[in-house]
């Protein structure tokens, strides 16, 4: 079982539509990331969470910890937007780490 | 300049050869990472190091090795590569005297193809 589990594994969208990414987690927590790798393989780290919720530009990213959920979306989505969003977390004190299997999201014109 | 540096960034190799990847940093940071990634798996950490003395391995490091030479510093050895170790290698940073939450930061990876 993983510890981290991500939905949809692949997502298509039209411009200009909303889109969400959820990602549910069974360990406990001190903080989740949000991760974007485009084609090409660079990894970059879009948001990191420990509680409720943080906006920038775009993209929204929400964490409910009762529920061991959480959320990225990206508001009036654009053919840039494509990549895969990967859901990580950081657990035991720090010390360990869970990554999603991530979310290939393709954006069309 | 890139804060976190791999090298090579593309690799061919053949069954039994030994590879080294390269990973430096100037983020200062005292932890570092290695990770593979295959399509639908995800990360995989290989192996991880806390700081130059504290070497730990990860769910994957059968067929793997590392070396620490410094803080800024950390290789990854495949001493006979085979062609399930073909994948997307990623060297990654985190510093746990800053950031409680260990915030990683990547390299740009390096794909690796053993024929």
């Known amino acids: 079982k993983n510890e981290v589990e991500q939905s949809p594994q692949n997502l298509t969208a039209q411009e200009g539509e909303f889109i969400t990414i959820n990602c549910s987690y069974s360990v406990g927590i001190s903080a989740l990331h949000w991760l974007q790798q485009h084609p090409g393989g660079g990894i970059v780290s879009l948001f990191m969470?420990?509680?409720g919720k943080k906006k920038h530009g775009r993209l929204i990213a929400t964490i409910n910890i009762q529920e061991k959920h959480s959320s990225l979306h990206i508001t009036a989505s654009h053919p840039r937007d494509s990549a895969v969003y990967i859901c990580?977390?950081?657990?035991?004190?720090?010390?360990?780490?869970?990554f999603g299997t991530g979310t290939s999201l393709t954006v069309i014109p | 300049d890139a804060d976190v540096t791999q090298t090579p960034r593309n690799r061919i190799t053949k069954t039994g050869k030994r590879i080294m990847l390269e990973c430096s940093q100037t983020?200062?940071?005292?932890?570092m990472y290695w990770y593979r990634q295959d399509p639908g798996l995800g990360l995989r950490l290989i192996y991880y190091?806390?700081?130059?003395?504290?070497?730990n391995k990860g769910e994957i490091s059968d067929g793997y090795s590392v070396s620490r030479q410094a803080q800024a510093k950390f290789s990854l050895s495949l001493e006979s590569a085979i062609p399930n170790q073909t994948a997307l290698y990623f060297c990654a940073t985190s510093d746990r005297r800053q950031d409680p939450y260990n915030e990683q930061f990547f390299g740009p990876g390096t794909r690796l193809t053993v024929l």
């Open positions: 983020k200062g940071h005292d932890r």
């Open positions: 990580a977390v950081t657990s035991g004190g720090g010390n360990q780490f869970y």
């Open positions: 190091s806390f700081d130059v003395k504290d070497i």
């Open positions: 969470l420990s509680s």
